[in-house]
């Protein structure tokens, strides 16, 4: 009877936390699910390759931020209760999503448009850099001994979740309006639906009960009278926090951004794949892989989590660059026999606010079914300057989706392995008067900072080798991901040990 | 294996130098000095917001490690 209790104690637990997650997740990753539409919207068309990389700069600027809601509301969460912080970061954030969907754009706004989208992207950042720690360590701190590995790894699925959800809203969105509808105002709407996660946080709040293990810490006086100065001031504890980031957290950012967020920039600017061909193939992905987190959360409370997160690294380490060779390779035109017959090339002339612009289409086909259209635009300022550029997609085959859905599922696969256990994790490795800081400050660091940046650097090593006219040049943008994995992985070998995990 | 991990404590320190120094005159100072906004930005990102966390994070890393905070028999 008393199992049956718990075991529904802790379901109504995941539950809720995972539901607030989730949706928080979904908020965040909108804007670079987004990011090549948002580029079009509050930046300056003239030059679309800065306009992209100020877009997933501004993508990145609220993961950087996060550690500054770790430290933040982390303290709040060790001083005041899980609880109460869990519903005002779901609340920042549901109404920050919300406002970004209601800013006009640059045409109309100017640089205020950019500016503001930079602001509600850092309070997002702040809100998410609060959110997570807090859900891992309420989850954590309700599960059952021995179980939290699995219970913590259902949180652990709703950041895939919260990215899969994200891109299936787009992709309807998109279907429901036409092409010109969803590029005027279309693209606003998964913004303005975070208006929900206002309402469901405050539904939340009413089924919410403070974590146990808080509530008896505070009882007993035995919770910190100031967490940030605990957790960094202390060596004891400081040198907790540097092993999880440079053990763990780093290599699993990494990896987590580039399964996900670098594969789809990668398939959509490198590759050229026709932007909702990438986002299905990615969500199907996405959605195969999810169970495996609870399977690999499973797994750690078995046989330990070091071994599982070092052996997801050590796979990206060896496998990121034969993966995404073959991806490339898939669908690469000089794989495939055109036919030369059946090119259309066309032209047209479009007035723009800044002057005047010439569009040449040319549409190819190839024998395998893939359809190439390159679009070279030229855009005549008013004072004669000519800028040329091109933006080319590709329509891909079912057997090329497919086989880049696969590829996609391997580095998720990695993600799984890497992310599934790293809640319990860090929630093993600090005392409860600490742990809402001491967890979310490192994986903070390594998520946001290091994996949130990557898309924007990894893009740019490709676009300079590419310039440098290096034969791989695809490839290039690897090389970041690789090298801190590597570098993780020797260190969590060596450094971290089992009898370091000591705290219930 | 405690030994090991003091001796690669300097391995730690000396990359971090290391790192530190090809961010700032080789990824960080020539980019953000140049004229194209995607050297600016990647620049930025390395020298600002990469470099210090690096070079501070695995200097902390290798002195603790160095000075024995990982041993076993310290837990």
């Given at each position: 009877m008393n199992e049956q209790i718990e075991t529904k104690s802790i379901l109504k637990v995941i539950g809720i936390s995972s539901l607030g997650t989730l949706i928080e997740w979904y908020d965040f990753y909108i804007f670079g699910s987004l990011a090549v539409v948002l580029s079009t919207k509050f930046?300056?068309?003239?030059?679309p390759t800065a306009a992209f990389l100020s877009t997933l700069a501004t993508f990145g600027a609220g993961f950087v931020v996060r550690p500054f809601g770790a430290l933040f509301f982390g303290s709040m969460g060790d001083l005041i209760g899980r609880k109460f912080t869990f519903i005002m970061t779901l609340t920042l954030m549901g109404g920050s999503t919300f406002l970004i969907g209601c800013i006009p754009s640059y045409a109309q706004w100017g640089y205020a448009a950019p500016a503001l989208v930079l602001l509600l992207r850092l309070l997002q950042g702040l809100a998410l850099g609060g959110q997570y720690g807090g859900a891992a360590t309420y989850v954590a701190e309700h599960a059952p001994e021995g179980k939290r590995g699995y219970w913590t790894s259902w949180i652990q699925t709703t950041a895939t979740l919260g990215l899969f959800v994200s891109l299936m809203v787009i992709f309807s969105v998109k279907n429901i309006l036409t092409e010109a509808d969803f590029d005027a105002w279309g693209w606003r709407i998964p913004f303005l639906l975070s208006i929900f996660l206002v309402f469901i946080s405050f539904w939340i709040k009413r089924y919410m009960d403070e974590s146990p293990v808080f509530q008896k810490a505070k009882k007993e006086g035995k919770?910190?009278?100031s967490p940030i100065r605990d957790s960094f001031g202390n060596k004891y504890n400081l040198k907790y926090i540097l092993l999880a980031l440079f053990g763990a957290v780093l290599g699993q950012g990494v990896i987590w951004y580039t399964g996900q967020f670098y594969a789809m920039t990668y398939m959509k600017k490198?590759?050229?794949?026709q932007t909702d061909q990438v986002d299905l193939l990615l969500g199907i992905a996405l959605l195969i892989a999810t169970p495996f987190f609870v399977f690999f959360g499973w797994l750690s409370d078995k046989v330990g989590r070091k071994w599982i997160m070092l052996l997801g690294m050590a796979l990206a380490v060896i496998t990121y660059r034969p993966i995404y060779e073959q991806m490339y390779q898939?669908?690469?035109?000089?794989?495939k026999t055109e036919m030369v017959n059946q090119t259309k090339v066309s032209s047209q002339k479009l007035s723009r606010s800044y002057g005047e612009e010439h569009q040449q289409i040319t549409t190819k086909k190839y024998t395998d079914g893939t359809v190439y259209r390159l679009v070279q635009t030229t855009q005549v300022k008013p004072d004669k300057t000519e800028v040329t550029y091109h933006s080319n997609t590709k329509t891909i085959t079912p057997k090329d989706r497919n086989m880049l859905c696969f590829y996609t599922f391997l580095q998720v696969l990695y993600i799984t392995m890497v992310y599934g256990p790293i809640a319990a994790f860090l929630v093993d490795l600090f005392p409860a008067k600490l742990r809402y800081t001491s967890m979310s400050f490192p994986y903070h660091i390594g998520n946001g900072v290091f994996g949130g940046l990557l898309p924007a650097v990894s893009t740019y090593l490709v676009s300079n080798a590419q310039i440098n006219n290096d034969?791989?040049?695809?490839?290039?943008?690897?090389w970041y991901p690789i090298a801190i994995s590597g570098v993780c992985f020797i260190i969590g070998a060596i450094y971290i040990d089992k009898s370091f995990i000591k705290h219930k | 294996m405690d030994q090991i991990k003091r001796i690669l404590g300097v391995l730690w320190l000396l990359l971090a130098i290391v790192v530190a120094y090809y961010s700032v005159f080789y990824f960080g100072i020539p980019k953000i000095t140049s004229e194209a906004q995607e050297d600016i930005v990647f620049g930025v990102i390395i020298l600002c917001v990469l470099t210090p966390i690096i070079s501070l994070g695995l200097g902390f890393f290798g002195y603790f490690a160095l000075s024995g905070a990982y041993d076993k028999k310290e837990q």
């Open positions: 930046f300056p068309l003239e030059n919770t910190s009278k490198v590759m050229e794949v898939t669908t690469n035109t000089d794989n034969p791989q040049f695809y490839l290039a943008g690897l | -």
